[in-house]
């Protein structure tokens, strides 16, 4: 008997997190890991996001050799190959139905549909459906892959030129058509297991997902505190929400809701998996708990220690830096304020860059602690001006970045 685990985390280390089991692992990976000689087998596949064909044969193939007890994916964009392997090994495990409720988006709402509250959504088939949505619902509106994540092509469109200049465009994926929302959004991440919350963590955006990209705006998010109104209140709706969909036994999610000046909560999405961004590091400090590990070992049927707050009295955020287009010439070396938690550099001084089109193109990450929801938005405000003072760019597309760089140093 073995365990099948799909592998998209360069840093992870398997044989710590499952210390009982790696031998028993047989981990199909998109990166080399230095412990994989401790597994039962290891294989790289470096562009494991297309290749689905080919690792559903490879583990069937192998199935037939280790026979697997288990199917473990974490990464979003691995969830339905996963359960189908599940269902056609016999194995217990999200099913296909349960992934494709929370990887696609028309799916997910038809499950949802007049039992909270929605924006008007339709699946995106052809140029009749938009015509007719548009007059239907006038302008705004959003068109967005309906198995996407993290504002990947997103586009709002905004009137009639504007639905001109989308319907030029190729459709490379399925699409779906629904009325845009404006309204603060909020984002809610849990774990659950046997149908009760262990952890959960609600937290406000700073700009939207959507802006990163669209118009390089940095992306952020503060915790509300467990006693506030909101707080209180996003919990009954996440249990809302999760009550009308197949869940599995054990499993995290992440949600995300407008607020609206109505006073309204209105569903954006709910996926089956581990928020993006610090998510992971806020619940860290939250819970003295690293989710994934915890995650893997209760998929494993491993033993856990319970998790409990640990930092009642603080609350944390973070923001991600997204490059502009061009060339980057400075970027701080460290940042000396004892409430920045981490602090990751990515950007190099000297590269071009482009647009960011995901969350991994950001040049910088920061997580930040406070005392209060207000507290930790001030802070960010605070070194969100800083760094942008500090981080310095030329623009200028036309120029070499050596010769920028020459230009500066000169």
């Known amino acids: 008997m073995s365990i099948l685990l799909i592998n998209r985390d360069k840093g992870i280390k398997l044989s710590e997190i499952l210390s009982e089991v790696k031998h028993e692992l047989v981990v199909l990976s998109m990166y080399d890991l230095p412990d994989s000689d401790e597994f039962k087998y290891f294989e790289v596949i470096p562009n494991l996001r ?12 192998l199935h037939q050799e280790y026979y697997f007890k288990k199917v473990i994916a974490e990464d979003e964009f691995d969830l339905i190959r996963a359960a189908r392997l599940r269902e056609y090994f016999n194995i217990e495990g999200q ?11 028309v799916k997910m709402k038809d499950y949802l549909k007049g039992k909270v509250d929605l924006p008007e959504y339709q699946a995106l088939t052809s140029a009749s459906v938009l015509h007719d949505f548009v007059r239907n619902y006038g302008f705004p509106i959003v068109v967005k892959p309906r198995d996407k994540a993290g504002a990947q092509g997103v586009n709002i469109i905004n009137n009639q030129e504007e639905l001109y200049n989308f319907s030029k465009t190729k459709w490379d994926y399925d699409l779906q058509i629904e009325t845009f929302i404006s309204g603060d959004m909020y984002h809610v991440d849990a774990v659950v297991e046997e149908g009760n919350i262990t952890m959960l963590s609600v937290s406000k955006y700073i700009n939207s997902c959507l802006s990163f990209f669209s118009k390089n705006n940095i992306l952020g998010s503060y915790q509300i505190h467990p006693e506030a109104e909101m707080y209180k209140r996003l919990e009954d709706y996440f249990k809302k929400v999760l009550s009308f969909l197949p869940t599995p036994r054990v499993c995290a999610y992440h949600m995300e809701v407008f607020h609206t000046q109505e006073d309204k909560i209105i569903l954006c999405e709910i996926a089956s998996r581990i928020g993006g961004g610090y998510i992971l590091d806020t619940f860290k400090q939250a819970y003295s708990v690293d989710v994934l590990s915890y995650l893997y070992r209760r998929w494993c049927d491993l033993p856990v220690d319970k998790p409990s707050p640990k930092n009642t009295n603080k609350l944390f955020g973070f923001l991600l830096i997204p490059p502009q287009d061009g060339v980057l010439l400075s970027i701080p070396e460290e940042i000396k304020y004892d409430w920045v938690l981490k602090y990751d550099k990515n950007g190099e001084v000297g590269k071009r860059y ?11 990450g920061i997580m930040i602690e406070g005392h209060s929801s207000q507290d930790v938005l001030d802070k960010l405000f605070y070194i969100e001006n800083w760094y942008n003072n500090e981080v310095k760019w030329d623009l200028s597309l036309d120029k070499e970045p050596e010769k920028v760089l020459n230009n500066v140093s000169s």
């Open 354 to 364: 482009n647009n960011p089109s995901y969350f991994t193109d950001k040049i910088a």
């Open 95 to 105: 099913t296909v139905e349960s992934a494709v409720a929370f990887r696609d988006k």
């Open 50 to 61: 297309d290749l689905t064909y080919y690792l559903e044969l490879k583990a069937i193939e």
